[in-house]
């Protein structure tokens, strides 16, 4: 056995990535709490969560797509295409929550269809494919809508979701609104696909090793259709998500985000190469990202440095887990 | 036609090809000008291309505007190359990054094709830079309108669109020189933060910012979408009376914010007239008209004028407040 066999689940999980990226994550927040008192109330969980649901909801989709081996860039694009299409429909034709969401969504699916027919069809690596199809979508959608915003949506859609809404001592409010009611969705319906159903299983296998996968007899092209299918369902959801706290619909502002998603994915353990990762390191990742960016704003860290902050972070926390990884490769074949 | 008469029409054409005579330019092949923006496609250029096709229709030159798909400037130089190569009479650009076009702009120098350019007052390798606006006095303008909604007192932040945007940056340095000069009781409370052009990155500085200042009275926006971010979580927590938002806006945008008193004022300059400046300016460059303070813009007035720093500004400044916006959304701004 390649573990230390017979240790409690505890200790595994302390030595595994999400272990580790806990620990960082716990350290982060405990510093920022010491150092403001703004940092660990409930008004700034509701605010983060609030403000990264667009960036969560999108890294749930692109964690499926690399599990699966694949990757994707054209989400971003995918998004904007679903939002401009869902919401100037509903405001053409008074549409309510349904079938705004239905088209969204649908929009989504259909760009990840088509994501997956070129990637299985042309066998050519998935980054180039959805590199192309990120400027094909994008281009598209500035060709027909010209770039204008849309400014004026429809008023049920303004006024969003506010469930549970209570008042702090400065007359603040706060509440369960759509974004974190997507994000909380969004990120209980990965897991379930992940771990509690045959595809989730299948997924798995499909991106550590192909060709076993499909000797095994699992559809591959079935598999490469549904992977890009979900990602394009979760850029549904996030767009509109986005497009309701932004209070407006930009065709041109989404793209160029592709990256804060990945590097919360694979901050959060999933592998490039394919078959690893966890629903779990995502979410750690993504808390991760956000209370550092948030933490050094509130801490009052010079705009000038936060960059470089974020990225000396995601630079530890990734080299820890490749040193681990060494050492403990070092070990086996010693 | 008989042989003296096409003897003569070749005469001419050849006399108009050699001197070059402008009020031929029309009848000859017109003289060609092709604006390079910073993206193609978006509501700000859009309102610039009307106003290059406009000057184009007043002035008799074959004016158009091209622009990256997304904000690269590595695409830029490589349209301006394509420019170059076609040999068009006069470039126009609102550069992204004046560092990398400086040395393709020098190529078109030389090749004898005059530059005009747009929000670029540190571009080298330029003939004339336009303006719309003094880049000092906008961003102290904007400053007094805060002042005002604060006491003169309290702290204030600063957006930006990025820490490198040229006029933002320079914007944002003329409106903290000037609190520090007349506004003692004023105080800016962290660093300009950058993200005021995507909406949501604002929104979360905002929270962000009012969580770790909660003494906060004012925020100032330079980049058209750092007041509504700013505006959307001022307002989302109830803060529309404690704290001011001023900053440059589009009105058809910021409506909302304007009209519920969120954003107390907004400023910015006429895109369309800036697009139709720059045609303006071109022209008289072709017709070898001597610019020098005061000279008449074609249908925009009186220019201050630097010769030797290569700067024409004319005073353009747009307000944006409860007043004013419907006129201008009518506009189509």
Not at chain 1, 45 to 70: E, M, N, Q
């Given at each position: 056995m390649r573990e230390r066999f017979g240790t409690s689940a505890l200790a595994r999980f302390a030595g595994s990535h999400e272990g580790r990226l806990l620990a960082v994550t716990l350290a982060v927040v405990a510093g920022l709490s010491v150092a403001t008192t703004g940092f660990l109330t409930v008004q700034n969980?509701?605010?983060?969560?609030?403000?990264?649901?667009?960036?969560?909801?999108?890294?749930?989709?692109?964690?499926?797509?690399?599990?699966?081996?694949?990757i994707d860039i054209s989400f971003t694009a995918t998004a904007s295409v679903a939002q401009y299409l869902a919401l100037s429909l509903a405001n053409a034709y008074g549409l309510g929550w349904t079938t705004t969401f239905a088209l969204a969504v649908a929009a989504g699916v259909a760009c990840g269809l088509v994501n997956a027919w070129l990637v299985d069809t042309l066998r050519v690596s998935s980054i180039i494919v959805t590199i192309a199809t990120l400027n094909i979508f994008y281009g598209l959608l500035v060709f027909v809508t010209g770039g204008q915003y849309i400014y004026a949506l429809p008023d049920w859609f303004s006024a969003g979701i506010f469930w549970f809404e209570t008042v702090d001592a400065e007359g603040v409010s706060y509440g369960l609104n759509l974004q974190i009611l997507l994000l909380v969705a969004a990120f209980a319906l990965t897991w379930l696909l992940l771990n509690r159903t045959t595809i989730g299983r299948q997924i798995y296998a499909l991106g550590g090793n192909r060709d076993a996968a499909r000797r095994l007899g699992f559809s591959t092209r079935r598999l490469t259709f549904f992977v890009y299918g979900y990602m394009g369902l979760m850029a549904g959801l996030a767009s509109l998500a986005q497009a309701q706290l932004a209070q407006s619909v930009a065709p041109t502002v989404l793209v160029g985000r592709e990256l804060d998603v990945l590097a919360a994915v694979v901050l959060g353990g999933a592998s490039l190469t394919g078959g690893v990762g966890s629903v779990l390191g995502t979410v750690l990742g993504l808390v991760l990202l956000a209370a550092i960016q948030s933490?050094?704003?509130?801490?009052?860290?010079?705009?000038?440095?936060?960059?470089?902050?974020?990225?000396?972070?995601?630079?530890?926390s990734v080299s820890s887990t490749a040193l681990t990884l060494r050492r403990r490769a070092g070990r086996v074949s010693a | 036609m008989n042989r003296r008469e096409l003897i003569a029409g070749l005469g001419a054409g050849v006399a108009a090809g050699v001197f070059g005579l402008p009020r031929f330019a029309g009848a000859q092949a017109a003289k060609e000008m092709v604006t390079v923006v910073k993206i193609a496609g978006i509501p700000w250029f859009n309102a610039v291309e009307k106003g290059i096709k406009k000057g184009g229709g007043d002035f008799g030159v074959n004016a158009s505007m091209v622009g990256p798909a997304n904000v690269d400037p590595a695409q830029q130089v490589k349209l301006l190359e394509d420019l170059i190569a076609k040999k068009v009479s006069v470039i126009g650009l609102v550069p992204l990054d004046v560092k990398v076009c400086e040395p393709v702009l020098k190529r078109a120098q030389a090749a004898g094709i005059p530059v005009i350019t747009h929000e670029g007052p540190e571009q080298e390798g330029r003939t004339w830079n336009v303006e719309l606006i003094d880049s000092v006095k906008f961003g102290e303008v904007q400053m007094q309108r805060l002042a005002r909604d604060m006491n003169e007192e309290g702290e204030y932040v600063a957006y930006v669109g990025t820490l490198t945007t040229p006029l933002h940056n320079k914007w944002a340095d003329a409106a903290i020189a000037y609190q520090k000069q007349h506004y003692p009781k004023m105080k800016l409370a962290a660093d300009r933060f950058p993200g005021a052009d995507e909406i949501d990155t604002s929104y979360r500085t905002t929270l962000d910012v009012i969580k770790a200042h909660p003494n906060l009275k004012g925020i100032l926006g330079f980049g058209s979408n750092g007041p509504i971010g700013a505006g959307n979580a001022v307002r989302e927590k109830r803060l529309a009376r404690k704290i001011a938002v001023v900053g440059t806006v589009l009105p058809s945008q910021a409506k909302p914010l304007i009209m519920d008193g969120t954003i107390r004022e907004g400023f910015l300059w006429n895109p369309t007239e800036a697009g139709y400046a720059m045609v303006a300016v071109a022209k008289l460059v072709l017709d070898g008209k001597e610019i020098k303070d005061g000279v008449d813009i074609p249908g925009l007035g009186r220019a201050a004028v630097d010769v030797g720093g290569r700067q024409i500004k004319v005073d353009k400044i747009m307000q944006i407040n409860k007043d004013t916006v419907d006129g201008l959304i009518s506009q189509g701004l």
């Open positions: 969980l509701f605010d983060l969560l609030t403000s990264y649901a667009f960036l969560g909801i999108l890294a749930a989709g692109l964690l499926v797509v690399l599990v699966a081996g694949g933490g050094l704003v509130i801490v009052g860290v010079s705009s000038y440095w936060s960059q470089l902050c974020v990225g000396l972070v995601i630079l530890l | -």
